[in-house]
């Protein structure tokens, strides 16, 4: 498939030649999507959380009443999670929610999600995002002639230093350099934004993954 290319002042610079393998695909797996997407949830816990056992709990250890007499349950410490104070039962303790995925479904996924953008129309390709200055303001009057209010944009192997400083504070705009794609953060904003470095990156990549297959 072939897309226009334009320039961040919203002129055309020609055309590209996608592959189809990468951007061309058809049919969406929206399962694959989805078990990517949790993964990448997953792995970004923290899974700090945690609650007081018995064995850590201050409380005191002293037998609450005598065993017989009372006409109450047999009790003996204050610490038991029916009392105010108590420890919690089977509460949450440290661990790592992370769990693995193959990475063939990890670069499947990808392509999908690239796809989903080609055949949304969502997905633009600049020639070059690099700025003369870091004004925010300018690079969002340009973003607004372009109609992104919502986009990721890949800038190649590397972030143009004015632009990546002008577009940290345009609200909803994600800039990340091509070791960063992923398949999260391009489903998450509604535009794809590729240099035509990016795309020459990944198609490289996803050539060399066919090759070695």
Not at 47 to 69: A, F, I, P
Not at 161 to 170: D, E, T, V, Y
Not at 177 to 187: M, Q, R
Request: with cysteine.
């Amino acid at each position: 498939m072939k897309l226009d290319v334009i320039t961040l002042a919203g002129g055309k610079s020609g055309q590209i030649e996608l592959s189809d393998a990468v951007f061309g695909i058809e049919e969406i797996r929206g399962d694959i999507l989805a078990r990517c997407v949790n993964w990448q949830l997953a792995k970004r816990r923290a899974g700090t959380h945690k609650v007081q056992t018995r064995n850590e709990n201050s409380r005191t250890g002293k037998k609450m009443y005598k065993q017989k007499g009372t006409g109450g349950a047999r009790h003996g410490s204050r610490r038991a999670p029916q009392f105010v104070g108590g420890s919690r039962a089977f509460g949450p303790v440290v661990r790592d929610h992370g769990f693995d995925l193959p990475k063939k479904v990890r670069a499947l996924a990808l392509r999908h999600a690239l796809s989903s953008k080609a055949k949304a129309g969502a997905l633009v390709v600049l020639d070059d995002v690099a700025v003369e200055t870091s004004k925010t303001g300018a690079l969002r009057v340009q973003f607004e002639k372009l109609g992104l209010k919502s986009a990721l944009v890949i800038a190649g192997p590397e972030v143009n230093g004015n632009f990546k400083l002008a577009a940290r504070n345009i609200p909803l705009v994600d800039v990340l350099p091509n070791a960063g794609l992923n398949v999260y953060d391009v489903l998450r904003r509604d535009t794809l934004v590729l240099t035509k470095a990016a795309v020459e990156a990944i198609e490289a990549r996803f050539a060399d993954k066919k090759d070695a297959a």
